[in-house]
């Protein structure tokens, strides 16, 4: 899969994704701020949400339209105060892209409705993001899908027979390129309900590209999820958690984002491939495996015994293996305490295999 000129997938590091969402709170200066922050960070692409609190939802500050989860961070707010506390005006994706492209870094979006989606192809974005909540909203992934770009699709809450419809939804309208990002919709969401063995099942079950949109307090959840096969991270990022915002609490800050980005990095080396036997480095340690050697002086003619004979560091004599097979054996020499033993010594030699 390719985003823009950078490719993504297993065979090289996971592609980290800084997600501003609502974290400028209000602000261009603090939006461009960011942008800084994620480049000095060595993050690969910002992420931005494009909506407004009217195409999320109604005016409506009752019954349903208010948040009502007593472990959400937004309990008892209206959805539609929320969304327009937290959204970007689209007049700023043209600043912010331009910043990003400034340092070097990819920029696109979350499309929250078609309109969205017309919008973000107009500024040319390189990629498509379809939400979790929205994953369900298969003419919103049609209409992305066919915009032919590549296609990442949030898999919070959605069951296989619904990943199963929006994979095909997206296929059948054009979409070559699709990824599924693992992802618990809470936030802050905990390890344990993470699942990461979920994705080398849905990379298998889908044929798709694999990553992980992480909502989880640090970056625990986010590095382990390397080993898994995610060849993509995706993490809000504030610039700091004390001045507040809808998403700050389970934000990473600037310098937690650079350790993220080199922890993620150091995971996916880490992996290498598949390999028995000493590695290159490994290869100047070689003698310090146990080996056999004389413990005391032996005479010529002496018999070999646990007592003259021991497996001992380093390993310049013969292989323990073959200490039952010298042991009752006699010397054909007079040998020195802390010689390594090797078959010219042994009376009878090295046995036929």
Known sequence: MRIGDREIGPHVAPFVVAEMSGNHNQSLDRALQIVDAAAEAGVDAIKLQTYTADTMTLDIREREFVINNPQSLWCGQSMYDLYAKAYTPWEWHRPIFERCRKHGLIAFSTAFDVSAIEFLEEIGVPVH?????????????????????????????????????????ARSAGCSELMLLKCTTDYPSIAQESNLRTLPDMRTRFQVEVGLSDHTLGIDVAVASVAFGAALIEKHLTLSRKDGGVDAAFSLEPNEMKNLVAATRNAWESLGEVHYGPTTRERANVGSR???????????????????????????????????????????????????LEWEMVEGGMPSE
């Open 129 to 169: 993001k379809i939400a979790s909540p929205e994953n369900i909203d298969l003419p919103l992934i049609r209409k992305a899908a066919s915009t032919g770009k590549p296609l990442i699709i949030s898999a919070g809450m959605a069951t296989e027979e619904e990943l199963a419809e929006a994979a095909e939804t």
């Open 290 to 340: 146990r080996s056999l050697y004389v413990a005391k002086d032996i005479q010529k003619g002496e018999v070999l015994t646990q007592q003259n004979i021991r497996s001992i560091r380093p390993g310049k004599g013969l292989p323990p293996k073959y200490m039952e097979i010298v042991l009752g054996k006699r010397a054909k020499r007079l040998l020195r305490k802390g010689v390594p």
